[in-house]
């Protein structure tokens, strides 16, 4: 894989895509964070039938924060691991009131020490609602940047920095939803389909389908 052929799939996934966007609902940079941190080993569309009842209810640290532990489990329990991520929101309420008067950091520090905030959730946050160039590497990622081998790497992190360093800096900004929407819908786990993927030429995967 050289900067040529990493050149010509970002194009491609540009000029099909120019202005790519998660598949989270979310309307301010607190309800994105809110999502993704409820979006922990569950879907996006899982997430969304949640959050389409919670937001229109409480959708600010303070709302949130009144419902209480008990009363976000009601909206939240169809999603994974609905207990703990409960806890850690009421937590990230909280500390957004105390040490950020409401409003969501807009830097990792501030953002991981977060309850139930991550490297890969500050760094969707960061991308999606603040527009740094980050690199947000899920498993879907994880797995494109390695099958296809733009950025092949043993862990997340070394994924995330090859990406950093690889992808031509004018597609650095969307490259992760780019990414995340072939991983999903394209170069899918169990057998990718190779034959719908409009990078396939370019990818270096030595055992493509027909599909």
Sequence with gaps: MNKDKRQQIFARLRDDNPNPQTELNYSDPFELLIAVILSAQATDVGV???????????????????????????????????????????????????????????????????????????NVVLNTAFRQPTMA???????????????????????EKKLLRFV???????????????????????KPRCGACLIEDLCEFKDKTSD
């Design 137 to 159: 590497v899920d498993t879907h990622i994880f797995r494109v940047s390695n099958r296809t081998k733009i950025a092949p790497g043993k862990n997340v992190l070394e994924v």
């Design 168 to 190: 031509p800096k004018e597609f650095l900004l969307d490259a992760h939803h780019w990414l995340i929407l072939l991983g999903r819908y394209i170069c899918t786990a169990r």
């Design 48 to 122: 969304n039938k949640a959050t389409d009842k919670l937001y229109p209810v409480a959708n600010t640290p303070e709302t949130i924060m009144a419902l209480g532990v008990d009363g976000l489990k009601e909206y939240i329990k169809t999603i994974g691991l609905f207990n703990a991520k409960a806890e850690n929101v009421i937590k990230t309420c909280r500390m957004l009131i105390e040490l950020h008067d409401s409003q969501v950091p807009d830097n990792r520090e501030a953002l991981e020490a977060l309850p139930g905030v991550g490297r890969k959730t500050a």
